[in-house]
């Protein structure tokens, strides 16, 4: 059984950082991809960072690129955003997903087949 699993949200000011976690279980992580995102109250879900645990490739959007740093640990099947210099724009749920194959373009929510739960990030001003 396939199974993502998020950790790391939380309520941080404004400036501060998290790191989020996206355990991964049940399928052969070397040959997918692992993508963040994220949704706010009343907007729609959107690609936030994706990274190829083949190759390493990775991919920001411009709202979080310089900010946010995607990482993965293979041998403990773990995808990690370390996010710096928190905005209150970004708080949101944010998920991790994962697809087979690589990924070095933006992460579209169409192309994942598996979805965690999701862990809440609130940026107070």
């Known amino acids: 059984e396939v199974q993502l699993v998020e950790s790391g949200g939380g309520l941080v000011q404004a400036g501060g950082s998290l790191r989020l976690s996206c355990a991964a279980s049940g399928f052969t992580f070397d040959d997918y991809a692992i993508g963040w995102f994220r949704q706010a109250p009343g907007k729609e879900r959107e690609g936030v960072s994706c990274i190829s645990s083949s190759d390493g490739s990775t991919y920001y959007a411009d709202s979080v690129k310089g900010r946010f740093t995607i990482s993965s640990d293979n041998a403990k099947n773990t995808v990690y955003l370390q996010m710096n210099s928190l905005k209150p724009e970004d708080t949101a749920v944010y998920y991790c997903?994962?697809?087979?194959?690589?990924?070095?373009?933006?992460?579209?929510?169409?192309?994942?087949?598996?979805w965690g739960q999701g862990t809440q990030v609130t940026v107070s001003s």
């Open positions: 997903a994962a697809k087979t194959g690589s990924s070095s373009g933006p992460p579209h929510i169409y192309e994942y087949d598996y």
